[in-house]
């Protein structure tokens, strides 16, 4: 599932965005996980630069 | 992956260590339905909620010591998929704390299963 987002956006994507709902908008994703430096976070938060920002699909393992 | 040394690690923690509880996830065939699973995951994060967890359970719990493994790639149905195994001076705490982070890896590892 991790690889099907993958396939769809590439692996690493530019976008601009000041906070997580944004960045949500503007890559058309309703339901993900977002991680900015490894840490799940919510829509308010806002990234800066040099974040490590993962968007995924909601987790299913273990 | 061997259960035993998961053990013997977590047995040499301490020599009041009198209980070791171990869970493991195994792959299910579903009725014959399944050929197995691909697991997945974000190697960064896994690593630091593992290493969270372990950290937040000794704290949490009155335990010596916990043990976290999920294996990664294709597997089939009745191979060993995850291990969490935790140490304790007995088994009621052990029992709690294992139960604990299993529902815990569950809800916060970056890991995905795809059906095969």
Redesign the interface.
């Known amino acids: 599932m991790f690889a099907k987002f993958r396939e769809m956006f590439g692996k690493e994507v530019d976008v601009e965005a000041g906070t997580v709902g944004e960045l949500l908008k503007k890559l058309g994703i309703e339901d993900a996980v977002v991680a900015v430096n490894l840490e799940v976070v919510g829509e308010d938060f806002r990234i800066r630069e040099g974040d490590e920002v993962a968007v995924m699909p909601r987790f299913n393992g273990g | 992956m061997s259960v035993d040394r998961l053990v013997e690690k977590l047995n040499a923690i301490s020599p009041d260590v009198g209980a070791v509880v171990v869970f493991t996830?195994i792959v299910r065939s579903e009725g014959g339905k399944l050929k197995g699973l691909e697991?997945?995951?974000?190697t960064?994060?896994l690593e630091?909620v593992v290493d969270d967890l372990k950290g937040e359970a000794v704290r949490r719990f009155p335990v010596f010591g916990v043990e976290i493994e999920?294996k990664l790639g294709t597997f089939e149905p009745g191979e060993v998929t995850?291990v969490v195994a935790v140490a304790g001076r007995h088994r009621q705490e052990a029992f709690e704390a294992c139960r604990w982070v299993?529902d815990e890896?569950?809800?916060?590892?970056?890991?995905?299963?795809?059906e095969l």
């Open positions: 996830g697991y997945e995951t974000y960064k994060m630091k999920q995850f299993v890896f569950k809800r916060r590892a970056p890991v995905w299963k795809k």
